[in-house]
């Protein structure tokens, strides 16, 4: 969810009233989030081409086919696990990628080393005991095959994350593009700043719970029929 009002009004050479107008009328692909309107550009160029709109060639991307991602769907996929053993950083993160389904063709040695590499930069911690662990190089490149998965550590451990809370939940994002990458992280972080999500968490809550969860939040998001 990239896009905003201004954004999609410059792209498609129109005023923002236009774009409200559209809104009402349930003309555009939009989302609702925290009572501001937010689009994603990959449905915003399925929408320029379904309408046969006319914009310039390069606000188009490569992408334009692509759908939005789903995160209870991500989730379902990668899995949630729990009780996940380690003493430091880089044995949690490879007691965790054992567990996640990964495709037959991608080394779990060279995912845990793209890891390790991220977190060297900078820790993925981003407070209230979570961390994003994800690599900088995409490891899937096949779209079917990303995930997302949620992995709550036995113990909590020190990450560095910058409000000094030890993490207790790891949540994997396996991404085939940049585009998705940034999609799925933006939806997360609006989700970590729901403290019914992270009561969730903290609790280690059942899988079909954190997934119902999950589906009720997105489906929120969705423009009213």
């Known amino acids: 969810m ?54 310039p060639l390069q606000e188009v991307s490569e992408t334009a086919s692509d759908k939005p991602v789903c995160l209870k769907d991500l989730i379902k996929k990668g899995g949630i696990y729990y009780k996940i053993e380690g003493k ?21 040695d060279k995912a845990l080393s793209y890891l390790l590499e991220r977190e060297a930069l900078m820790s993925t911690g981003i407070g209230n005991g ?43 994002v396996f991404s085939s593009s940049l585009q998705h990458h940034v999609e799925i992280m933006a939806k997360l972080a609006y989700l970590c700043r729901e403290e019914s999500f992270l009561r969730l968490l903290s609790a280690q809550a059942p899988r079909g719970e954190i997934l119902n969860w999950i589906d009720s939040r997105e489906k929120s998001w969705l423009p009213e029929k």
């Open 130 to 172: 979570i961390a994003f662990p994800h690599s900088r190089k995409i490891l899937f490149p096949r779209v079917e095959d990303e995930l997302v998965s949620i992995c709550f550590l036995n113990e909590p451990l020190a990450f560095g994350s910058l409000d000094g809370v030890p993490v207790h939940s790891l949540i994997y």
């Open 2 to 55: 990239d896009l905003k009002i201004k954004d999609v009004a410059e792209i498609l050479q129109v005023s923002e009233k236009t774009i409200y107008r559209w809104i009402k009328e349930k003309a555009i692909p939009v989302y609702h989030i925290n009572h501001q309107y937010r689009f994603v550009r990959a449905e915003i160029n399925d929408w320029i081409r379904n309408n046969r709109v006319r914009v």
């Open 88 to 108: 430091d950083r880089e044995e949690c993160l490879r007691s965790s990628l054992s567990l996640i389904l990964f495709p037959p063709d991608v080394s779990r």
